[in-house]
């Protein structure tokens, strides 16, 4: 009972940052309205999934190095098929392109079951080899999107009987976020499959001698990653319209999220809300920083600086977590 | 498993070559070598020449000594990914500082940000113990949004190689590249560091058991510390070295040599969990794969098809090393 109240308040003092920040913003630049919400709810939209990706993993007790790479894989597939076709065509590519992250992310899951090999070093292979094949794909930014996929995340959400200035502020980018996250984690927070993540990544001995199928279940952990991942890369796609082969600074600010929002690198705690409230405190100080009219050069050096102190931070705690002494 | 044991009943052929690999990975490791030339001479007959073995050397000089980074680091359980943003770095504000300045000031202004990443790496490893693949990662991020922000500063007054580099990277005496200069005391000194003096028993003891090693009165984060800058310290010349070599400074250098480095000193027998390994192996484990690319380049395989097939090296050697850890 005390751990979920101080998971929740740990997401609730998030929430109030992020309203702190909302609150700065405005005062910053007083015609902050609707419209620029809607563009950060669009840049938030690929970081949020790979954060997403990551804290599946993190709570299952791993981690994956291979979300960026499999994100700039999955991006180029969907922009190098969708290039020159037809709109319909793109109603092949989308569920084409889930799977494709789905299959190599259990692959990940899969190889790690198998060789033994921890997971950092197996994500960190699949990572260069992911890398390689996006570059096989595209070797330099291009391709293309469907139009209609593009409306997905351009604009506001009509909603009936909403006054337009309420409307104004529910940018289609962010239903598509909360719609795609909530279709796959709260079916999985409901079913047996939920729990038994949490439980390897607690304890993962304890768990196997629960009757939980440990290697199954991390590779099903794995396999959302992938899948998380996959609608990162295709929502990359989506709102650039081009597929990049180098992978963004995804990787560091999924683990930094992660931290931020309460999921212990150990694993077996928190939850999904926490790590997206993240992102979008972390993606805010960018918007500020860029409308204090900082050279963005500078913006990328002090949003770095800002996600390691976060990761150190969070390792800082672990370690006050653990008896004194004992080995990481 | 004990060795006397093994000694009293007849071992199995596939046994007594695991051991073997074990205890001398030189040998495999040169007579993998041995047919990789042997193939390249068969693909270009006449091609394995003087020129070609300088050239070949040339090439892999800097490889060896930026994954001599990731051997020194891996013994403690640890890597630097940041050693290719570091190389970059020196090389760029050596190639720009030259200009106007002396080479004595240039050479220090171009390695004071090693020395400072190397020491924010140890810091973050050693102190917060932040695991050091997402520590190195984050700071080779902000020291390329540094170098960014530094190169606008720098584009009115040029860049230009030092002569003295150019020697040393491209130069050859008696038919022998200059950079061995280089490269002999560097070698010289890893492998005497590591097998002779204290600091390289440290960080054998800190990698293959660190509470014991913390227990028997080893200052872990100094220790460490230490490493991290030697390591940048190391990227860092190597930046001066390749910058000779490549002749062309850019904001991407170095980059495109990290990947191989942590494949060339897991070939090379070093285990990546720490405490096992050598700098002679990652020596041989540079060249392999220096051999290993001019034949992807003669067989006209892209960039994408190099990069995963460096990571499935770097799968399969960790987990048939592990295997091999097991079995004794």
């Known amino acids: ?328 | 498993m004990s060795s006397s044991a093994t000694m009293s009943q007849p071992v199995s052929f596939g046994r007594r070559l695991k051991r073997f690999m074990a205890d001398r990975p030189l040998i495999p490791l040169i007579i993998l070598l041995v047919i990789l030339v042997v193939i390249l001479q068969a693909l270009r007959p006449g091609i394995v020449n003087e020129r070609w073995i300088a050239n070949t050397a040339k090439f892999a000089i800097p490889l060896a000594i930026l994954a001599g980074c990731q051997t020194m680091t891996m013994l403690t359980g640890g890597i630097d990914l940041s050693v290719g943003t570091v190389a970059t770095m020196s090389a760029f504000i050596m190639a720009t500082q030259i200009v106007n300045q002396d080479p004595a000031v240039a050479f220090v202004l171009a390695m004071l940000p090693a020395v400072l990443i190397g020491f924010v790496n140890g810091i973050g490893v050693g102190v917060f113990r932040v695991h050091p693949l997402i520590m190195t990662l984050g700071t080779s991020l902000i020291g390329t949004g540094f170098l960014q922000v530094y190169q606008r500063t720098v584009i009115a007054s040029g860049a230009r190689i030092p002569d003295f580099l150019n020697w040393l990277g491209t130069g050859l005496t008696y038919g022998f590249p200059n950079a061995l200069f280089l490269f002999v005391p560097v070698a010289v000194l890893i492998v005497f560091t590591l097998n002779r003096t204290g600091f390289g028993r440290l960080l054998y003891a800190v990698g293959d058991n660190e509470r014991a090693a913390r227990l028997s009165g080893v200052r872990y984060w100094q220790v460490i510390t230490s490493l991290y800058v030697i390591s940048s310290l190391l990227a860092g010349i190597t930046g001066l070295l390749y910058i000779g070599l490549i002749k062309a400074p850019s904001l991407s250098l170095a980059e495109p040599l990290v990947l191989p480095s942590v494949a060339a000193a897991v070939i090379g027998g070093t285990s990546i969990f720490g405490g096992r390994g050598g700098y002679t192996g990652t020596i041989v484990g540079a060249l392999i794969l220096t051999v290993l690319t001019t034949l992807l380049t003669i067989l006209h395989m892209p960039e994408g098809g190099r990069r995963i097939l460096f990571g499935f090296i770097v799968l399969f050697v960790t987990a048939a090393y592990l295997r091999i850890i097991e079995d004794r």
């Open chain 1, 1 to 328: 009972m005390t751990r979920f109240l101080r998971r929740q308040g740990w997401v609730a003092g998030l929430l109030a940052l992020l309203i702190f920040l909302f609150v700065v913003t405005k005062l910053i630049q007083p015609g902050y309205g609707s419209g620029d919400f809607g563009s950060l709810a669009r840049a938030v939209l690929p970081y949020a999934f790979a954060v997403a990706a990551q804290t599946v993993v993190v709570i299952a007790g791993g981690i994956d190095l291979s979300v960026a790479a499999m994100m700039a894989l999955t991006s180029v597939t969907a922009a190098s098929m969708m290039n020159g076709a037809s709109e319909e065509y793109a109603f092949f590519v989308v569920p084409f392109v889930l799977t494709m992250g789905l299959v190599l992310g259990a692959l990940n899951g899969f190889l790690i079951v198998v060789t033994r090999v921890p997971d950092i070093v197996v994500t960190l292979a699949t990572l260069f080899v992911l890398q390689g094949a996006a570059l096989l794909v595209l070797d330099a930014p291009g391709g293309g999107a469907a139009e209609w996929l593009k409306a997905t995340v351009v604009g506001t959400m009509p909603i009936p009987n909403v006054p337009d200035n309420i409307d104004a502020w529910v940018p289609k980018a962010l239903v598509l976020l909360v719609v795609c996250l909530f279709v796959i984690w709260i079916p999985l927070r409901r079913s047996r499959l939920g729990p038994s993540i949490y439980a390897i990544g607690s304890d993962e001995l304890a768990a196997f001698r629960s009757g939980v199928p440990v290697a199954r279940t991390r590779i099903v952990a794995y396999a959302l990653s992938g899948l998380f991942a996959a609608l990162g890369g295709l929502s990359l796609t989506i709102s650039t319209g081009i597929g990049a082969p180098i992978p963004g600074p995804y990787l560091l600010a999924s683990v930094a999220a992660v931290v931020l929002g309460g999921v212990a690198l150990g694993g077996g705690k928190g939850g999904l809300l926490g790590p997206i409230i993240a992102v979008f405190v972390l993606r805010l100080v960018r918007t500020d920083l860029t409308l204090l009219a900082i050279d963005p050069n500078v913006t990328a050096i002090i949003e770095g600086a800002i996600m390691v102190a976060v990761v150190m931070f969070g390792a800082f705690i672990t370690i006050r977590g653990r008896p004194a002494g004992a080995t990481p």
